[in-house]
C-alpha cells in the first residue's frame, strides 16, 4: 500500500504535473478512508496550526543530537529549513515506525494543549522512531509553512478524476478551512445546501500581453480602472456576513465595516470587489491597508486611519441564484440597481467603468494610471460569463508599466527552498551623498544561472558575515522594478517599495552610476503630486 | 614561526620556498589532486603522485614540467621532509606531509575516509599540525556509504531501462564518473561517456586503469543509444548534447544532493548525494585520529567547524584562507 510518505516522495521526486495528479490518485485509491482526508487536507496546505514554538523545537533536536545550540542554528542558515536541518543532524533510528497520518495529526492536536514537558516527550519519542522522508515529513508537521510540491489546482484535478466529479465542483466544495477531523468524504464532497460560507471560485485575469487593438472593438470591453487593493467576496446569506480575499482567507472580522450590511441588504447576495481604504472620494496608498491589516485589535484610530470600503465590479448571486453565467453587462446592470436601491453608498461604491473612445485612449490613461489612484486597467468583455480560475480570452489585466530603479547590492543572505545553501536574498543601495544607504531588498527575478554566478561572487567578495548575512564589496548594479513608491517611517532609507524585483542585471553599469536617494524622493512627489 | 602558512599565491612553506596547490604561478607546486581548482596553470615545476601525472599532463599541456612520486616516498627540499600519502579522495590524491626539526605537519588537500571502491583508500597518519578542508563541516552533511549509493544508482537505471529511459549520470569527469562506472551494472544496458569522461578515462589509462563505456563522438549513432547509462560532467546539463539522447531521467551525483534545496534548483529527476569528499563524522573522526595539537581549516564551512574543532575537543583551531572553491556545485 502507498503511504503518505510514498506520496510526498513520488511528489518530490518529479518535475512533471501529470506524474504528480497520477502519484495522487493512486495514493486515493489505496489509502485508508480516514488517511485519505488527512491527506488532502495537507496537500491543500489546510492544517493546524504550529503546535510548538521552533525556539524550543530548536533547543530540544541541539539536545537531542548532542550538538550545541549554535552549530543548530549555523546548519539551519545553510540548509534554510528547519525541517529538514533536524532530518539530517537527528540521530538515525534503528526501529522504523510506519507514519500513520491520523495518529500523527491527533498527536499534533495534542500538542497544543500540552505542557513543554509533555511536548518535548511526545516530539522526542517520535523522533526517536522516525527516519528519512518520514522524519522530514513529521517536522514540517510541526514548523509550519508546509508546501509539497503541489498547487491547489493539482490536487484539486486528482481529487476530481479520483472522485470522478467536475473540478470546478471540487473546487468550490474544498474552499476555505474545513476541519479534516470533522469531515469524511462523503460530507466533504457532498453538495450541500448548508455551506452557506462559502464563496465562489475567483474569476481570474491574465496579464494582457498583446496589442489591445487584437481585441477587437472596444465598445465591447467594460473598461475599469484597476484598484490595489485587497480582490474579496462579500456574502450574506441566512442573515450572515462574510467576507472572503482572493486567498481565501475569511477577512469578515478584519472588515468590520460591512458588519451591518446584513441589516440592510437582502439574504443570497454575493459581491465581488476591491476592499479598500477610502477617504474623501478617492482610495488610500496600499501601504495605509497594510498597516490596517497587520493589527490584531482595530483600534478607533485605525478605523479613522484607513476606513475600508468595496468598491463592485460584479454579482455573482442575487436572491440566492447563481448568475454567474449571465453576460457581465446583465450583472452590471443588476449591481448597478442594487447599490442605488439600498443605502449602501458609504461602505459599497461602484467600481467606475471608463468609456474611452479608441485603444489609445486608454492607453494613455494606463500609462498615468498612478495619477489616478489605478495601477492600470481592467478589460472585461461585455458578454463574459464569470467564470473559474484564471482564463485567457475574456477578461484582461492591463498594468501601468512598473518604475524602475537601478541599486548596488550590498549585502547577501541564502534562501530557503529551492533556493537554500545559495545566496539569492539580495539587500540594495542608492547613493545618498556618497553614501550607499540601503533601501530594498529583492528576491526574484534572475534566472538559476544568473543565481549561481552571483553566489559565486559573493562568496568570493564578501567583506563580512553577520550570521546568515553577507555583507559584500558594493559593484554588481542592478535594475529593480516596483509597483508603487512611498515614503515609509518603518524604514532606514524612509522610502517602502511595493512589489519589488529584480528586471536585469546591470552588467554595462559600475557602481558610481546607480541612481541615488534624491532620484527616488523625486519619483515619490511625482507620483503623489496629482493625488494629493 | 609556521612551517605552512598562506600568502598571496597559495599555501607556502617559507623553509622549502614551495607550494602547495597554489593559485598563482610559482616556482615549485606540490599539487594535491587533479581537480582545477588545486591544479593549476602556470607553475615552472610541479609534484605530484605519478597517478595525476597523466591528469596534469591532459589538462594542463604536455609541455609542462612534472614529477611523479609514490605514495609514501619520502624525499627533502631544503631540509623539509616531504612525502605524498593516499587522500581517499580521486585517483592520485594525496595528503602531502612535511617533516621538518621534528614538527609533523600534514595538509588533507580534498579527502575522505569512507571507501569508495576505486581510489586508494585514506591513510591515517598522526601529526601536530593538521590542514583539514571542510567542505561538508557541518552535522546536516552525513552521507550514506558509496556502495549503496552505487546500488541505489543501478536500481534506478533499471527501472528507467525496463520504461524505455536512456539514464544520464551526471558527476564529475575526475573522480565521480570513474566511481560510477567502475560500479555500474553492465547486465542492465550499454553504458556510454561524454567526451571529457572519456579523456579522463583514457588518460587514466596511461597509468593502467581501465573503465567500462564507449565515447559518444559526432559518428556515434544516437539511435543505437537506447535504455543505456550515459556518464556526463555536470557542465553537459542543458546542452544540445545531451538533448539528443531523449528519451532519458536524469541525476546528479554530488555531496550537495543531500539538501532538497540543491536537488530541486538543479531540476534533475534524482539527485545522488554520492561525495568524494569527507562527510561532518569523518571529519571529525579525521581531526582526533590525527593526534594534532593544532588543527587549521580551509575550504569549506570553516568558520563553523574551526569553532566546533576548539569548543569540542578543546584544541587550537584557525582558519587559513584559501582560494579552493569546492563551495562550487558541480566538483564535489
Redesign the interface.
Known sequence: MMDFIMLFDAI????KTSGKVNAIVQYLEEATEEDKIFAIAILMGNKPKRPVKTTDLRAWAAEF?S??L???E??YF????LA??LM??IPKSNQETAFHLVTIFQDIMRLQGADIGEQRSIIIDYWTRLNGTALFVFNKFLTGNFRVGVSRKLVIKAVAKYLNAEEPVIEHQLMGKWNPFEETLQTLFKVQTDKHFLPYPFYLAYPLESEPETLGNISDWIIEPKLDGIRGQLIIRQDELFVWSRGEDLMTDKFVEFNELTAILPNGIVLDGEVIPWKEEHPLDFSVMQTRIGRKNISKKSLQDAPLVMVCYDVLEWEGEDIRSWPLWKRREKLIELLQTYPVDHVLKLSVSKTFESWADAATFRREARHYHAEGLMLKHKDSPYEVGRKRGRWWKWKTDPMTVDGVLIYAQS????????FTDYTFAVWDEGQLVPFTKAYSGLT?KEL?TID?WI??NTIE?FGPVRSVQPELVFELAFEGINRSSRHKSGIALRFPRIVRWRKDKPASEANTKEDLLQLISSVHESNS | MKLLSVNDNGLYCNVGDFYIDPWKPVKTALITHGHSDHMRWGMAHYICHHHTVPILKLRLGEENSVQGVEYGEEFEIKGVKISFHPAGHIIGSAQIKLSYQGEVWVFTGDYKLASDGVSQPYEQLRCDHFITESTFGLPVYQFPSAHDIYAAINRWWKKNAEEGYNTVLLGYALGKAQNMLAHADRTIGDIYLHGAVANVNAALNEVGYQFQGERITSDTDRSRIKEALIVAPPSASDTPWLRKLKPYRIGMCSGWMQLRGARRRRGVDMGFPLSDHCDWKQLNQAVLQTGAKKVYVTHGYENVFSRWVAEEYNLQSSIFKTLYNDEEEESA
Do not use: C, F, M, Y
Open positions: 518530490d521526486q518529479t518535475t543530537s550538538i550545541p549554535w552549530l543548530l549555523e546548519s545553510i540548509v534554510g529549513d529538514e536541518t539530517h543532524v534562501g530557503h527552498g529551492r533556493r537554500a545553501n545559495l538559476d549561481i559565486n562568496k568570493r558575515k
